[in-house]
């Protein structure tokens, strides 16, 4: 992967409270809110409680939600001459979030927009020269924008031409839909394409640049049929029939198939036309016919499209990324078939495994470095990897005009991970194998030994035999990873760079000499690695240059105290050895709001000098002072069994133990699964890192609470074990740790310390409350499952199925143990959650248990919200819920 922060494309945003989530149609929009006492009295709400409307929190914590959010940036490519800054809005309001919306196969569509309905997207967007010390915003002329009303009309799908000089983006008016815009950087002008046309982005982004950056390839809506309008008189019964022998086990989805009703609606949301577009001279062609696209990637030279369409027969068991699949070439100029690469069936035998895939062609993809060059990856052990097999995966090859023979270019012995493409002396391959959290890269020259016949292991593939002449590329193992768990021993990541077609390539760096003329030259070539640092102390990334001999590493810049630094892009580099020259960094710290810089590095990169900061390019404020006093610090721990654990502890300014005494506290965590207890305790953070509002539960620090966020919570499963086999007693052992360590340092009382997490968080919460009774005063599980009986088909990081291990499931179960939970327990849920597994039945068939065996708890239901929530009103309610919880029960005896 190239650096994961400053994206060439970015389709909307995420806010620090919330997590992508909808609503649907007719939602109920009155907040539901139960509560049961202590004397098994359940009633709604009484007055003290607020009523059933929406509350807000105090205001200590109100003004943090409200804080201003940093923009969005993207870097021009190619040139690096200037960034794009886009305004993100804040919360939507509960109207916003409750408007209708269809739930199809696994999209949550508005049937307005034909486009996501649970999406957000930008508010304005102006441009700034790299260079400019002044930081001065460059406003755009003509971009649709409504000052007096800035949500009216909202920016997506941003996208910058390969060469850098234009960018594509959507206008999103949520009573009409997508329109296609261009703005010319240069210019400083934006117009629309595509007018009063709208876009159709339910399968994804609606459209992508050609290499030409003149030209995009769209979906647009069929704007001539109608709506599919329900027959209220049934038809008849829905059947479904399973036979004896054919195994089609799966995981638990969400908004499947209900009907014909639903099928038809489907094909009419999913359905689109493709154009081809010239951003300039607006002159549009369509390609084809209108059908279920779910995706057209052009080509490196432009020449070809690889088309995706949605096949039936469809299933009311799976969702739409396990239908049926015909993959195409397409001619880009007039839209004709080229060639059918595969037809793909439903997919409902795929392995529950974790590393069970497919039978037949899957990630398939153009090679970035040629002109047309498709390459997939395909199981050679059926996809199943509890078979012996000695080979798992192949990877084949096939260029245009695509009518001869793949050529099977790698076999692997674990599961495919991956390619990175470089030219034809130089690709990664990845392949990974779960069950021992191991990976391998493997160093391979694509266009080597194209004529030299392979005597076996050349088979069949897509439905066509590989050609016999080619033999397989040349390879070698370059870097193995034993453990991926193990973040201290780390190899970090080879660097890509967009080429000039606008294609993720390997950045190749030649640190003893020149770039090779052509490629008959023979040169020693090195990659460039960014790596997290990882260590006891906390991450301090770095970039190096790694060998391909022995892929050993030479660091030529890392992050140093006081401040937490990552190189997000390579500004400028060598023009004869491709060595960079000046970095682009996002600095931070815990009191600093993280913010871009340009960085010039020394000329003698590997004698240790120290890189110069020449320019801040943002200055984004601390979005919430009331915080920045605040003062974090990791603290490590052991439980009773020796495994080493961590967490971030975080106390209100000014805070002194000695002085002060211990405070009330709430700890927020999340479990995770390991097969190794040395990799389940090293640190995973920075003590330098900005104490941000994002997933961690710091307001309560405005009310005086310390917090423990994220404390380790390992569930490890070494050898042949699984780590569920002892899930409950690791778990406790984990929190007794935690409240032991907090406990003796004097930070908190044992008896005022309160227990939260989301999602699986929310299910360790719970299983605490009923398995260590006696540790915590009070707990909140938002949005979980309690229930695993009800997810029989394998959870989280479970591959056995219910009947394989009954007793793992029934003892990970704290629904069937609430009878022992003795602590105030808050439940809060989503209406309309989205997430496979955690259904809002879990928690209402929780806090009916405990209603009905007298247990002190409170059930709120958060209507139109999903797995994360997104409603301004929503997020309020839930920090006024949670305030008043951990003040009304996080005490203790006295």
């Known amino acids: 992967m190239a650096f994961a922060v400053l994206h060439t494309s970015l389709r909307g945003v995420n806010n620090s409270l ?3 989530a909808v609503c649907r149609r007719g939602a109920r929009l009155r907040l539901r809110m139960s509560v049961s006492t202590s004397a098994g009295v359940a009633s709604k709400v009484n007055e003290s409680m607020a009523g059933d409307g929406y509350k807000t929190p105090p205001k200590s914590i109100l003004d943090l939600v409200d804080a201003e959010l940093d923009p969005g940036v993207l870097l021009q490519p190619n040139l690096k001459q200037h960034i794009l800054l886009l305004e993100r809005p804040n919360m939507p309001s509960i109207a916003e979030v409750a408007a209708p919306e269809l739930r199809l196969a696994g999209f949550r569509i508005n049937g307005t927009t034909y486009g996501p309905s649970r999406a957000d997207y930008f508010l304005n967007m102006v441009l ?11 406003p755009i002329d003509d971009l ?8 009216k009309l909202g920016i997506g799908y941003v996208q910058w031409s390969p060469d850098g000089k234009m960018i594509a983006f959507c206008t999103h008016d949520p009573e009409y839909g997508f329109e296609l815009w261009c703005l010319d950087v240069e210019e400083r002008r934006a117009w629309c394409i595509a007018p009063k046309v709208r876009l159709n982005s339910v399968c994804g982004d609606p459209f992508a640049w050609l290499s030409d950056s003149k030209r995009v390839i769209a979906k647009f809506v069929v704007e001539d049929v109608e709506l599919p309008v329900k027959n209220t008189v049934p038809t008849g019964p829905i059947v479904e029939e399973s036979s004896e022998g054919e195994i089609r086990a799966n995981r638990t989805y969400q908004d499947l198939l209900k009907d014909e009703h639903d099928v038809a609606l489907f094909k009419h949301y999913t359905t689109s036309q493709l154009e081809l577009i010239d951003v300039r001279s607006r002159e549009r062609k369509k390609l084809g016919t209108p059908l279920p696209f779910r995706r057209a990637s052009p080509s490196p030279d432009g020449k070809y499209l690889l088309i995706d369409i949605i096949q039936e027969p469809y299933s009311y068991l799976l969702p739409a990324s396990r239908f049926g699949r015909s993959v195409e070439i397409w001619d880009t100029e007039t839209g004709e078939l080229v060639e059918t690469v595969v037809n793909i069936p439903l997919q409902e035998k795929i392995p529950l495994a974790f590393d069970g895939v497919s039978e037949g062609p899957r990630s398939i993809g153009w090679r970035a470095d040629v002109d047309a060059t498709l390459y997939w990856a395909e199981a050679q052990d059926g996809g199943d990897p509890n078979v012996e097999a000695s080979l798992r995966d192949a990877v ?18 674990w599961r495919y991970a991956g ?3 470089g030219d034809d002396n130089t690709a990664l391959a990845y392949e990974r194998w779960y069950k021992t959290r191991s990976i391998r890269t493997h160093l391979l020259a694509p266009g080597g030994d194209l004529e030299t016949a392979l005597s076996e292991g050349n088979g069949p593939c897509c439905g066509r035999q590989a050609d016999p002449s080619q033999a397989e590329a040349p390879n070698r193992l370059l870097i193995n990873v034993k453990n991926w768990e193990d973040r201290y021993n780390d190899p970090g990541t080879i660097l890509t760079m ?3 077609r606008g294609k993720p390539v390997i950045r190749l760096v030649y640190p003893e000499g020149k770039k090779p003329a052509d490629s008959s030259e023979t040169v020693q070539l090195s990659f460039l690695v960014q790596c997290p640092g990882a260590s006891d102390e906390g991450d301090m990334p770095y970039l190096a240059v790694m060998d391909t001999d022995e892929a050993k590493q030479q660091i030529i810049w890392r992050s140093k105290p006081p401040f937490l630094e990552n190189a997000l892009n390579i500004l400028e580099s060598d023009e004869e050895t491709g060595m960079p020259k000046r970095l682009l960094l996002k600095r931070e710290s815990p009191e600093e709001n993280p913010n871009l810089f340009i960085a010039e590095l020394p000329e003698s990169l590997f004698e240790n000098g120290e890189p110069k900061i020449i320019q801040a390019l943002t200055a984004f404020p601390h979005p919430a002072l009331e915080l920045k006093d605040v003062k974090r610090t990791i603290v490590t721990y052991e439980r009773e069994d020796g495994v080493k654990l961590n967490a971030s502890l975080f106390v209100p300014a000014g805070y002194d133990a000695a002085r002060d005494g211990p405070l009330k506290m709430f700890m927020w965590a999340y479990p995770r699964e390991f097969k190794s207890a040395t990799f389940a305790g090293q640190m995973r953070d920075s003590p330098l890192r900005f104490n941000r509002l994002a997933r961690t539960p710091l307001y309560w620090l405005t009310r005086g609470y310390a917090i423990l966020d994220g404390p380790l919570m390992p569930v490890i499963g070494e050898g042949d074990t699984e780590p569920n086999d002892t899930y409950v007693e690791q778990l406790v052992s984990s929190a007794k740790a935690a409240v032991e360590y907090v406990v003796k340092e004097g930070i908190a009382k044992r008896d005022e310390i309160a227990i939260g997490g989301h999602s699986y968080g929310a299910f360790m919460t719970v299983t605490l409350l009923a398995q260590a009774p006696e540790l915590f005063s009070c707990g909140i599980a938002r949005s979980g499952a309690y229930n695993r009986t009800l997810t029989p088909f394998g959870f989280q990081a ?9 007793e793992v499931y029934q003892r990970m179960s704290p629904y069937l143990a609430a009878d022992k939970i003795k602590a105030p327990l808050l439940l809060i849920h989503g209406e309309a959650d989205n997430n496979p597994g955690t259904f809002p039945v879990q928690s209402e068939r929780l806090f009916q248990a405990l209603k009905g065996m007298g247990k002190r708890s409170r059930y709120v239901l958060l209507p139109a919200e999903g ?3 997104r409603a301004r009103e929503s997020i309020l309610h839930v920090l006024a819920e949670m305030t008043e919880w951990l003040d009304t029960h996080c005490v203790g005896e006295n």
């Open 867 to 869: 797995h994360g929530y």
């Open 498 to 500: 967009m080429n000039e």
């Open 18 to 20: 919330r997590v992508a």
């Open 128 to 138: 700034q020269e790299v260079h400019d010390k002044d930081r001065k915003k460059i």
């Open 419 to 421: 390619m990175i493409w």
């Open 396 to 413: 084949f090859t096939l260029p245009a005009p695509f009518t001869g023979l793949p050529r099977r270019l790698l076999s692997l012995a």
């Open 144 to 151: 649709p924008i409504d000052k007096s009303n800035l949500r």
């Open 798 to 806: 479970e591959e056995r199925t219910l009947w394989e291990a009954a």
